[in-house]
């Protein structure tokens, strides 16, 4: 459905796509509901596929996807009046013709709706419009002559802007028959109400430590005793531990650190270090994880003054380290209420083309007044 020469806002580079993904981890749950609802037979025609990113959202909507249109509805429905066997898992032969298919991009059946590529700007746009939902309408009417089923996976939802949820939306008021549309959504708040009412959700979960570990090892990262806090900074999730991986985001996160270090009186050239970080044409990607990472920061940083610095450290030190800059509950608070105002000028800031590097030394100073009082 997609053509190899774009790029895919799905595709975290270092990483299987979801598509490839033949093993879904820690989301044993989410598979056994939406097996239940299949055998029950009330498979609903829209589901809501939430929870952090980068647990396994889009791999769950694939998996759903192949086995939909592996199993067909006379299948479903049983041979000669027979009662069908009830599937116990999504898994799906490598070898099905279907999933040959779907690995050719050439699976009729499946319609895969994400943020399109402007031509113009030579980049992927930042949201998924009108005119991407509008396509759902030749599909639906060249892919019924097959009599099967048919899957929609939309990665993002919560990237449709008004027009394309609307546009949406009625597609989930009046469903084409035999489809499932699959919406994979990181915040279900971004949604229009009209939108999550019409979807039966499936929640995914973070990921536990041993689940983390072999998810890693399936995307080629082996995680060595010093990448424990690689782990604990990724929170869970596969998708964050990549990027950390792929654009030095521990490197990034000790270089933060060390300027709280030396606060109250920081260092002023690790600030401008850390602030060329963020400059530069290609820095874009690393400009972001620089900007989430100082907020991640600032949240265990608050988090310590709360339950008194005894938190999961992702570098050895970093609890006493927090625990002197925000000694008690009431520091903690002081810290909660700069990290929202940072966060949010932060983002303004990007969002009007200011100065990066102008934001990150804005950023280290006003964290320097909240030390000092």
Not at 103 to 108: L, V
Not at 294 to 310: F, H, N, S
Not at 311 to 332: H, K, T, W, Y
Request: hydrophobic share 40%; proline share 4%.
């Amino acid at each position: 459905m997609s053509d190899g020469q774009l790029p895919e806002p799905d595709r975290i580079e270092g990483a299987l796509h979801p598509s490839e993904t033949e093993r879904l981890l820690g989301q044993d749950n989410a598979e056994t509901k939406f097996l239940e609802a299949y055998n029950q037979g009330r498979l609903h025609h829209a589901w809501l596929i939430t929870g952090p990113k980068g647990v396994g959202k889009a791999t769950l909507s694939w998996r759903i996807a192949r086995f939909l249109l592996a199993t067909s509805v006379e299948e479903s429905g049983g041979l000669f009046g027979d009662a069908p066997v009830a599937p116990e898992t999504l898994d799906v032969s490598p070898e099905h013709p279907v999933v040959r298919r779907m690995r050719a991009g050439s699976a009729g059946g499946l319609f895969v709706l994400r943020r399109g590529y402007d031509e113009k700007t030579k980049r992927l746009r930042s949201v998924i419009t009108v005119d991407e939902v509008r396509k759902l309408k030749n599909f639906f009417a060249l892919s019924s002559a097959d009599g099967g089923r048919r899957a929609v996976i939309i990665d993002a939802a919560d990237e449709m802007n008004t027009s394309a949820a609307n546009a949406l939306l009625k597609v989930l008021e009046e469903p084409p028959e035999k489809t499932t549309l699959l919406l994979v959504c990181h915040q279900p708040s971004r949604l229009l109400p009209t939108v999550r009412s019409r979807c039966r959700e499936l929640r995914l979960p973070k990921l536990g430590l041993e689940d983390m570990s072999q998810a890693l090892m399936q995307v080629g990262l082996e995680l060595s005793e010093g990448s424990l806090g690689l782990v604990v900074l990724a929170e869970g999730s596969v998708g964050d531990a990549v990027r950390l991986t792929n654009l030095d985001g521990m490197k990034i996160y000790r270089a933060i650190l060390g300027i709280l270090k030396t606060m109250p009186r920081f260092d002023r050239q690790q600030a401008i270090l850390l602030a060329e970080i963020a400059v530069g044409r290609g820095s874009e990607e690393r400009r972001a994880l620089l900007f989430t990472l100082i907020d991640v920061v600032m949240a265990r940083v608050a988090r310590a003054g709360v339950v008194g610095g005894e938190g999961q450290e992702v570098i050895v030190g970093e609890n006493e380290l927090f625990m002197r800059i925000c000694p008690d509950v009431a520091s903690a608070r002081r810290w909660a209420a700069t990290a929202q105002e940072i966060s949010e000028r932060n983002q303004h800031g990007l969002a009007v083309n200011l100065d990066p590097a102008a934001l990150i030394l804005d950023t280290v100073f006003k964290i320097q007044q909240t030390i000092e009082g």
